[in-house]
């Protein structure tokens, strides 16, 4: 059933907006974003930690670098010294001509991932601050079209990234459990639990919305699905459209708020975890009712209290973290209690956990046609580290990177395979 | 008046008020922007965050040492260029005195020799750096105006530094007072470039790692 | 021959002294002089057939501690010798004659020796309201300056007054104190600093001019290169102290006692230029280091109004102070909230962010 959309045919963009840019940078500036923006001293750290400068070589991959104008503007706008450096023209005003060189540097070759944040010696979390310039870049125009930005503007008029309506969700809901034998639960009107999916699952792994349901029957508290507020993707994010982005947390915390949930679940999925558990909140202005998981940490918290039950499987494995959940999101350690669960001989990667390497496809690049070398570029660090565990299967517990490491092993010809933690434990519980 | 005297004297007031009024404008006007609460539930609490706030200002000095293979040597270059200037700074007998005759506060000095070895120790690592800074591709694309005056203005001390204490070149009264203004427009300077740092550097590190700590994210 | 026409070693002979005390004062005086030791015959030779040198010598706005520290010797020496004969030809303290008498002696020895005499002032020049605040008979010391100046042979600016300004000089000035070399800008001016100036150096410029007839090699303060070349500091015998870091902490302490470099008690011996640490007082007895207090810089300029008082080091100076400290805090801090209320405005109030 194909309820995907097809992409809008590619067009002459127009020229870069100077000035939406400019208010969509300076319009979330608070004194954290301008500490960052203050403290750098060129120490050059950054890059070393980025897997794109890494690979290539390419300086302007640096990560301060890619936020460049993002600076420039703070310091003539919003700085302490403002009024000098428009007086003294100490910063150069934007151009289109600059705001069109710097696209690709804040999306192509940006996951958001984080690693530069963690080895910043002044403590500057630069992958917000790329985070924070796209909000400036989208309103200017300049989210690439083919098509991540494409995507975001579908998400922005439907509610969803591919166009999925309520109805067809519901359709497809019921269809899955039938054909996997799984009981759906789906807008009820209470429920205690609310599960979220990513359109990635929707798209190429439908699999794990049965292993979602299989999970939480087994849990055995009211649960429902909810399709007024189902598609946790949010493409807006990662292009940089606030108002986008805002308008689907808000749809998914209502929705919730709705049938009286006390937790929401969050999918296999890196971006939509950091949504939900770090920005809901306040997009909605105050303290959510209900609690935000990810579903590595629902696992874990029901496995260590003994709610889930799970069975042994003999398996040599390796996991992939997710930058958002695990080092963005501090949820690094529930995938490690499920693994033990389950009795896997698990082989950590090198940097494993807080420090890894991103898959190369986060923060919407892998939405992004041509940043397809890039791409491969940071996936072949994975590859490497990944053959090095000695482990056949890699698990890991977003989508995102697990349809990055699909098409990238695919590409490169490994023998490894790709596996979701979620459908692992749903396989492999004790009845 | 002579150049001594001014150094002493009407340049060591404007030099310290521009730099006490510079330090304050640049953190007010940053802190005072409109700030918004946090809503989502931290994983730890208050004082833990507080704690790890703290922490982060020690723990961000070392990088991880995954980073090591390709950040160690700068950092190393760097760390030498920073402890040596400490070194001189704070186990300087002529510093030391100054810092009594501010604050109250005394400690012992380190030998003589100590600050000797250390003294050209950071002038060769200033230098270094600035190498390192003008060949490196990344630093090249990175750097401004403002990398090479604050790097200018913090090689002028050590170096007048060095003159002085071996009163060599020109007359102690001369060097003296070439001493002193070089340090008076460095605190002129500070405030307004990126050695600003040396306060930025505590901030930064603690809004980051409280920020983390709120999210129980690695630090 | 009368004592007038008698030349210098005629009349030492007189009094017992012969070539040979001649000479070993000559060889001294090279020494102290730093000129090289084979000019010490030609420098015997030549303060033997020396003729009287005249001196005039006025006293301005003084303590008259110039004059007493010339006059401190403990037993006669060649020096005084020297000074009996080089006919100081007027000298108010010192001269029988006063009153009308006192400017005849004076107005003659101008007369009899037009263009050659030396002219040896001390205390400085007050300008201020017409120079009324130090007076000769009735007469401004500006006034009596510009009068014999032109007639001199050279000046002898003798004490840090006469030279610089010296204490009168210091702030506020209330009598507009001015050094010699401000007055006086078309004659050579040797200036001999110091508040006291050591004795010998003014012996010693005295025998150079007149074994050489001309005056000694001089810095670019004109103080003669043989005495004020070098700096207190480089002479100084705790100098190995100052090297190895050890110093007095306060008057009298432990290291003090153990006679430690002054530094700390504000020493400004490694700005001040003088002989004191090498040729010391008193026939070579002590200096103020030796005896326990810091060098004031009285041999240089303003040494009075130095940044901090004799009692702050070198290192140190005059900083804000904490009033004004706070002064400029607030002044950033209204500065940064400007900004920082400037900025609000600037943003469109959005989702604001952290």
């Not at chain 3, 504000?266 to 010391?280: D, E, F, Q, V, Y």
Request: hydrophobic fraction near 45%; charge should be neutral.
């Amino acid at each position: 059933m194909n309820v995907i959309s097809p992409p809008p045919a590619q067009q002459a963009p127009p020229p870069a907006d100077v000035s939406r840019a400019l208010r969509g940078f300076i319009a979330d500036v608070g004194p954290t974003v301008a500490l960052s923006l203050e403290s750098c001293v060129h120490c050059g750290q950054c890059a070393e930690a980025c897997q794109f400068y890494v690979q290539t070589g390419d300086p302007r991959y640096t990560p301060i670098h890619k936020i460049e104008l993002f600076k420039q503007t703070y310091n003539r706008e919003l700085g302490p010294f403002a009024f000098a450096y428009k007086f003294f023209g100490l910063a150069p005003a934007l151009t289109t001509e600059t705001l069109t060189e710097w696209q690709d540097l804040v999306y192509d070759s940006c996951n958001m991932c984080g690693r530069c944040s963690l080895i910043c010696p002044m403590g500057i979390d630069i992958a917000d601050l790329v985070e924070q310039t796209r909000h400036g870049m989208y309103q200017a125009g300049l989210a690439p079209q083919d098509f991540l930005g494409a995507i975001a503007e579908k998400e922005r008029a439907t509610g969803s990234p591919f166009g999925l309506t309520s109805e067809k969700f519901r359709d497809l809901l019921h269809e899955i459990g039938a054909a996997h034998g799984v009981e759906m639960h789906v807008d009820e009107p209470k429920a205690e639990i609310v599960p979220t999916v990513s359109s990635i699952d929707v798209k190429t792994y439908p699999g794990s919305m049965a292993a979602i349901a299989k999970i939480l029957n087994h849990l055995g508290q009211p649960w429902s699905f909810r399709t007024d507020g189902f598609d946790a993707d949010n493409a807006s994010l990662t292009a940089g459209d606030r108002a986008g982005q805002d308008a689907v947390t808000q749809g998914i915390v209502a929705a919730a708020i709705s049938c009286g949930a006390k937790t929401l679940v969050m999918p296999e999925c890196g971006h939509s975890f950091t949504e939900m558990r770090w920005e809901a909140a306040n997009a909605y202005g105050k303290d959510l009712p209900f609690r935000v998981l990810h579903i590595t940490e629902l696992m874990a918290e029901n496995i260590q209290s003994g709610k889930i039950r799970v069975t042994k499987v003999k398996q040599t494995a390796t996991y992939h973290d997710a930058c958002q959940v695990s080092r963005r999101g501090g949820a690094t350690a529930a995938p490690r209690v499920i693994l033990a669960a389950l009795g896997v001989d698990l082989h950590e990667l090198e940097d494993a956990g807080d420090a890894n390497w991103c898959c190369g496809g986060g923060g919407g690049v892998a939405l992004i046609k041509r940043a397809q070398p890039l791409r491969d570029a940071a996936f072949a660090i994975k590859k490497k580290q990944i053959e090095a565990s000695g482990a056949p299967i890699v698990y890991t517990s977003c989508s995102g990177c697990r349809q990055t490491l699909d098409h990238g092993g695919k590409a490169s010809g490994w023998t490894t395979t790709v596996g979701s933690l979620l459908e692992l434990v749903a396989d492999n519980l004790a009845s | 008046m002579t150049l001594l005297s001014f150094a002493r004297g009407p340049g060591m007031q404007v030099a310290s008020l521009i730099f006490i009024a510079g330090m304050f404008w640049r953190l007010f006007g940053i802190f005072l922007l409109r700030r918004r609460v946090a809503h989502a539930a931290a994983r730890h609490p208050f004082p833990i965050r507080l704690l790890g706030g703290a922490v982060t200002i020690f723990t961000r000095t070392i990088p991880r040492r995954t980073f090591w293979p390709r950040v160690g040597a700068g950092v190393a270059l760097s760390y030498v260029f920073h402890v040596g200037l400490f070194i001189i700074l704070f186990g300087g007998a002529p510093h030391i005195l100054i810092i009594h005759e501010i604050f109250g506060l005394s400690w012992p000095g380190l030998p003589r020799g100590v600050i000797v070895i250390a003294s050209g120790i950071t002038l060769a690592a200033l230098i270094l750096l600035l190498v390192r800074r003008l060949t490196h591709p990344v630093l090249r694309l990175l750097s401004k105006p403002d990398d090479y005056i604050s790097w200018a203005i913090v090689f002028l001390p050590v170096a007048t530094g060095i003159l002085l204490s071996g009163e060599t070149i020109a007359s102690y009264g001369t060097l003296l007072a070439l001493h002193i203004l070089s340090i008076e427009a460095l605190m002129i300077w500070l405030p307004f470039g990126k050695l600003m740092h040396v306060s930025l550097v505590f901030a930064g590190r603690f809004v980051l790692g409280y920020n983390f700590s709120r999210k129980g994210a690695a630090t | 021959m009368t004592a007038a026409d008698e030349n210098l070693g005629e009349m030492l002979a007189r009094r017992g002294f012969g070539r040979r005390g001649l000479l070993k004062f000559a060889i001294a005086m090279t020494s102290s002089l730093a000129l090289p030791p084979g000019m010490a015959v030609a420098m015997a030779d030549n303060l033997a057939a020396a003729k009287r040198q005249s001196v005039i010598w006025l006293s301005f706005q003084e303590c008259t501690g110039c004059l007493e520290t010339l006059l401190r010797t403990d037993s006669p020496t060649i020096a005084a010798l020297i000074f009996d004969f080089i006919s100081l030809d007027y000298q108010e303290a010192l001269m029988a004659a006063a009153g009308g008498a006192a400017e005849r002696t004076l107005r003659q020895a101008v007369a009899a020796n037009k263009g050659k005499y030396l002219l040896a002032i001390d205390g400085s020049v007050p300008l201020a309201d017409g120079g009324v605040y130090s007076l000769t008979g009735g007469k401004s010391n500006v006034s009596m300056l510009q009068e014999f100046a032109p007639d001199a042979a050279a000046i002898l600016a003798i004490g840090t007054c006469a030279a610089y300004g010296g204490i009168p000089k210091a702030h506020p000035n209330p009598t507009g104190a001015v050094g010699v070399e401000d007055v006086i800008t078309d004659k050579p001016i040797v200036n001999i600093p110091g508040c006291p100036p050591i004795p010998d150096v003014l012996s010693g410029v005295l025998v150079h001019f007149v074994s050489f007839g001309r005056l000694p090699a001089l810095d670019d303060r004109k103080r003669p290169l043989a005495y004020f070349g070098t700096t207190i500091h480089d002479q100084c015998y705790r100098k190995p102290f100052y090297d190895q870091g050890k110093f007095a902490k306060s008057f009298d302490d432990e290291g003090a006692r153990q006679g430690w470099c002054l530094f700390e008690l504000g020493c400004k011996g490694p700005t001040t230029h003088n002989a004191c640490a090498s040729l010391k007082w008193n026939d070579n007895t002590s200096f103020p280091i030796e005896s326990g207090h810091g060098c004031l810089g009285c041999s240089e300029p303003d040494f009075w109004d130095q940044e901090g008082g004799f009692y702050t080091s070198l290192a140190g100076g005059t900083g804000p102070g904490w009033r004004d400290a706070g002064i400029a805090a607030a002044t950033g801090i209204v500065l940064g909230s400007a900004a920082a209320i400037s900025a609000r405005r600037n943003a469109p109030k959005g989702t604001t962010e952290t």
